[in-house]
């Protein structure tokens, strides 16, 4: 195992898991082999929002049992995306922190370009899907949703700008990377549980004065949320906006808060594993 002090891991990629047990198996053999060729340290973090698909826990927990970098984390009971990433994070030992989601609509090679703009002395990295260099791949049955949800994520993302986030094109992408001492700083004052906590974290990150990167990157759309959805989701993050900007008005992002409480066996590390051969730049492994 990792020492207590000492032989930290490169990178900790973290992954919330739930109900995942179709997408498991292509995102494990990716993890795989992102592992192999990974030229530092690494552990991976699973943490399984309380699936009620007891496959997923199951294909989880034996994967675990046979990679010295794994760890799986078990919520006791459903509490939403950003309280399992929020645990994730903090029980991460890396000295850089990336969390991506289950379904890796961003693949794992993109992890290098984060790693790239937090080595190049940023603070917090994230995807940006509306920068000019980023690149969708989808099925021509989606186009029509990329044209309406882009028009209606862009007018969103200008309400996120305004009240909250100025400068930041793209809170949503599911795919961020902090340096060990921001992800400490970040996730140690977040309080949504839910899919708001992006907005929270980079606001946390921005009022606190770290230097956030965005990044160009390749992803893809595997499926079309309804309308319904959209517009549910989005009435729940209008309210997260406004719920960090009443916590922001009270001072409450100044200091640690005690909002969430995780379990002290998740400061236990994984055994991590070293890429066979010796370390290279990361640039170069992209």
Same mark, same amino acid.
């Given at each position: ?7 930290? $891991? ?11 047990? !179709? ?24 943490? !399984? ?82 920068? $000019? ?28 700008? %305004? ?15 902090? %340096? ?7 996730? %140690? ?19 606190? #004065? ?11 759309? !595997? ?27 009270? #001072?409450?992002?100044?200091?640690? %808060? ?13 055994? #991590? ?14």
């Amino acid at each position: 195992m990792f020492g207590p002090t000492t032989d930290v $891991p490169s990178l900790s990629l973290v992954i919330p898991v739930y109900n995942a047990a !179709d997408q498991l198996p292509a995102t494990l053999e990716a993890v795989d082999t992102f592992a192999n060729a990974y030229p530092a340290s690494l552990e991976v973090v699973f943490v !399984d929002d309380h699936s009620t698909e007891i496959e997923t826990a199951l294909i989880l927990e034996d994967y675990a049992r046979t990679r010295r970098f794994a760890r799986v984390l078990t919520n006791e009971v459903n509490r939403g995306k950003g309280f399992s990433v929020t645990r994730g994070m903090l029980a991460a030992r890396g000295q850089y922190r990336v969390f991506t989601d289950v379904d890796l609509a961003y693949p794992l090679s993109e992890v290098y370009k984060i790693l790239e703009a937090l080595q190049g002395g940023s603070d917090v990295a994230i995807a940006c899907r509306v920068l $000019p260099e980023s690149r969708y791949l989808m099925s021509p049955s989606f186009f029509h949703y990329l044209y309406t949800r882009h028009l209606m994520s862009r007018a969103f993302n200008r309400v996120v700008q %305004t009240f909250l986030l100025p400068g930041i094109l793209d809170t949503q992408a599911g795919l961020k990377g902090f %340096t060990a001492r921001a992800a400490s700083l970040c996730f %140690t004052r977040t309080t949504i549980p839910g899919f708001g906590f992006d907005i929270e974290c980079l606001y946390i990150a921005q009022q606190h #004065g770290l230097a956030i990167r965005q990044t160009a990157v390749n992803f893809r759309y !595997d499926e079309e949320p309804t309308t319904v959805r959209f517009a549910r989701d989005s009435n729940r993050m209008l309210h997260d906006i406004w719920k960090v900007k009443t916590n922001a008005w009270r #001072g409450q992002y100044a200091v640690p %808060t005690s909002c969430f409480a995780f379990p002290d066996a998740d400061q236990t590390p994984a055994h #991590g594993v070293a890429a066979p051969a010796p370390a290279r730049e990361l640039a170069n492994a992209s």
